[in-house]
């Protein structure tokens, strides 16, 4: 690019000085018409018309009319002279860098020198004067067609270098967005020039028909503003963003160089947006979107949408550290920004996907972002890096993703069933496992199991166990105003455990319920400890300080060492359902419970059978001195509602399990 510059201006600039030569010693003699176009020309080169340019928005002016004219009438040099003094003074003006200034005036005499030649050559118009006949036309035409082309050339193939985008296609939709433009100021030129022949009072009537032109392409440049670029934040948008994005990776394809995109949702902005009023909320987006612009460079950031913004980092140098710079940016964020007086903090959570490893297209490698984005957020780890197992996901699950975010935020399609825990040796129901369910309005009843894994990679879990828990306390707290003192159980997934609020959130649900810790279980499974055993420790203990039981689930499973368990502040052990539900068939099943029974007992710790489906294996616990039961054979998951006729029932015949249940089930 730096290269192509200075030898385009070079070149440009020599043309430049052997025009001043030939032409400063004629200016003394100069035609009145030429003085009349001139001043026309600066004037015109002073007033920028915003041009609508592939993914941007360009400038032109109107002067060209003005250049070809004096091309016409006097020829190569003085159009390049008179030209190259109104491009310098204009640029002066518009405080242009001095690299840039060169350029546009060696262009422009490049252009004007190569339309120069082919009036001359081919409309045969060496002598220059105000008369030019019609069968000079066609060669007047050509010349202005390759004013144009030379002219597009030049400045397209250095800022397809400069953006990294393929040459020939940037210069080829410049090219017919220009035509429409300078083409058609290119084509009053002759106009001009017929109409001074008979006086040059007329020249100042040609301005009309160019302020319309200039309208135009004002109106044109305003278009095209609305359809690529976010109004509030003046960065580009979604569409222009994708487009970029798709243009990126074909050159990475060809070029074999990284990409990747960033997706950076501002973390509680709604709340930003609710407490300080929109317009504030307005401010904040405005402020985030500069800083974006100035920490990772303004023609890679959008506007993705709502509090979202998006980044594209193209080549070796920032592709391969996507990582870093998005920490760049996080940084960036930090100091707090002054809004009338008020310092707000805001902060942001960002997703990354990069090509090739996570994704081959734009539309996937920001539906990775996303999810990552999303990990990263729940996570609380800030910055996420795509991996495939936080979406090792079907379409169907990436659109679930999305649902299941809605179904959190605002429905009720949430609900959770209750399953009791019993007593063996005396039938008491000790506690109610909550288990969740999803009614999809169009999928019907979703089971935990498919949306459960979904949500512990994507990072809702966080959000979903926060759901279940305020639920399961509040249908706790409403027995308990009923005089039914049944305890609740939440599972937990490996994720929740390993939340630094995870104690303070629980201790904050109890205390908003106004429900005492004991009547909380947490059901962790065994491989949830076993994955970081020094965090899962400090919860635990947090946890049975406030009260709150936990339950080893799924037990025998996993591979957690005996000495370790007894270290563990736990309140119960469930034996896993499969030993459970075999062991009536299978002995070593049998033996299994039976030994896990022994263990627990000797920890002094009540060990819960999960999965108690029929009327012999119960009666085989029972035998066995098992503590509590849970299955089908005493009640399926219920609805609050059918859990509290259930639990009635059973006042009347406390010690057997339920014989209605288990005979609805046995038909
Ligand atoms: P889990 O914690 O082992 O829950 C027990 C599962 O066994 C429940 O399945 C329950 O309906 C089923 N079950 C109970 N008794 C019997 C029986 O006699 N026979 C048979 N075949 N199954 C029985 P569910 O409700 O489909 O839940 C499946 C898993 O989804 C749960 O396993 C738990 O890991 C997870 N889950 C459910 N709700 C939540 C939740 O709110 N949070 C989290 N993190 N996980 C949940
Ligand atoms: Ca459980
Ligand atoms: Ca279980």
Redesign the pocket.
């Known amino acids: 690019m730096i290269g192509y510059v200075g030898v385009v201006s070079a070149a440009g600039l020599v043309l430049f000085a052997v025009s001043v030569a030939t032409w400063i010693p004629q200016l003394s003699s100069a035609p009145a018409v030429y003085w009349v176009f001139a001043a026309f020309l600066v004037l015109t080169e002073l007033v920028r018309v915003d041009l609508p340019r592939k993914n941007d928005v360009g400038e032109t002016n109107i002067s060209t009319t003005f250049t070809f004219a004096i091309l016409i009438v006097l020829g190569g040099p003085a159009a390049i002279v008179t030209q190259g003094v109104a491009s310098l003074a204009a640029d002066l003006v518009h405080r242009k860098p001095d690299w840039k200034i060169g350029f546009n005036v060696a262009q422009l005499s490049l252009s004007t020198f190569a339309a120069a030649f082919v009036l001359d050559r081919v409309a045969g118009l060496p002598d220059h004067s105000l008369a030019f006949t019609a069968d000079q036309m066609p060669g007047i035409l050509l010349a202005a067609a390759v004013f144009m082309v030379t002219n597009v050339t030049l400045l397209g193939v250095g800022l397809a270098l400069d953006q990294g985008q393929p040459i020939v296609r940037y210069v080829w939709d410049d090219l017919i967005m220009e035509f429409w433009a300078s083409g058609a100021l290119l084509l009053i030129s002759p106009i001009v020039v017929a109409a001074t022949r008979l006086g040059v009072f007329l020249t100042p009537l040609i301005s009309i028909p160019l302020l319309s032109v200039y309208m135009q392409g004002r109106l044109a440049a305003r278009t095209m503003r609305q359809a690529l670029f976010d109004a509030l934040t003046n960065l580009p948008n979604r569409v222009l963003f994708e487009r970029r994005v798709h243009e990126a990776l074909e050159e990475a394809r060809a070029d074999r160089i990284p990409v990747a995109v960033m997706l950076i949702d501002l973390d509680r902005f709604k709340e930003v947006n609710e407490t300080l009023g929109h317009r504030r909320g307005d401010d904040v987006l405005k402020e985030v979107g500069q800083r974006l612009a100035r920490a990772v460079g303004e023609d890679c950031v959008a506007r993705w949408g709502g509090d979202e913004f998006a980044v594209v980092l193209a080549g070796d140098d920032r592709a391969a550290t996507p990582v870093d710079i998005a920490h760049e940016v996080l940084k960036a964020f930090e100091p707090s920004l002054a809004l009338e007086e008020l310092p707000v903090h805001v902060s942001g959570s960002i997703g990354i996907a990069r090509f090739p490893e996570d994704g081959d297209n734009e539309e996937t490698l920001m539906q990775h972002a996303d999810i990552a984005m999303y990990v990263a957020k729940e996570s609380h780890s800030r910055v996420a890096v795509y991996e495939p197992n936080f979406g090792r996901s079907s379409p169907m699950q990436l659109a679930m993703v999305a649902e299941l975010r809605r179904a959190l935020e605002s429905t009720d399609e949430l609900f959770?069933?209750y399953?009791p825990k019993v007593r063996i040796d005396s039938g008491e129901v000790v506690s109610a496992?909550?288990?969740?369910?999803w009614r999809h309005p169009s999928l019907g009843l979703i089971?935990?199991?498919s949306f459960?894994p979904l949500?512990?990679r994507t990072g809702q879990?966080r959000q979903?166990?926060a759901w279940?828990l305020e639920a399961a306390l509040a249908q706790c707290a409403a027995w308990q105003r009923e005089g039914l003192r049944v305890g609740v159980a939440?599972?937990?997934?490996t994720r929740?455990l390993l939340e630094p609020n995870l104690v303070a959130d629980v201790e904050a649900a109890l205390a908003r319920h106004r429900v005492e810790g004991g009547r909380l279980t947490l059901?962790v499974?065994e491989s949830s400890m076993m994955t970081d055993p020094t965090i899962a420790m400090n919860v635990l203990n947090g946890l049975r300080d406030k009260g709150v039981h936990v339950a080893v689930?799924?037990f025998g499973t996993g591979y957690s060492s005996l000495s370790y368990l007894k270290q563990l502040p736990v309140s119960e052990i469930?034996i896993?359902?499969s030993f459970v539900?075999a062991m009536a068939r299978d002995d070593s099943d049998l033996n299994i419970v039976r030994s896990i029974l022994d263990l627990g007992h000797n920890l002094g710790l009540p060990i819960v059978a999960?999965?108690?489906?029929d009327e012999a294996t119960f009666t085989t616990l029972r035998s066995m001195s098992c503590d509590i039961a849970?299955?089908?054979?005493l009640s399926?998951?219920l609805d609050a509602l059918d859990f509290k006729r259930w639990l009635s029932t059973r006042r009347t015949q406390p010690t057997k399990p339920n014989a209605k249940v288990a005979r609805i089930r046995s038909v």
């Open positions: 959770l069933q399953q496992e909550a288990l969740i369910r089971q935990p199991d459960i949500a512990e879990i979903l166990t279940v939440v599972n937990l997934s929740n059901e499974t689930d799924d469930k896993d359902k539900m999960e999965g108690v489906a849970q299955g089908y054979h399926p998951p």
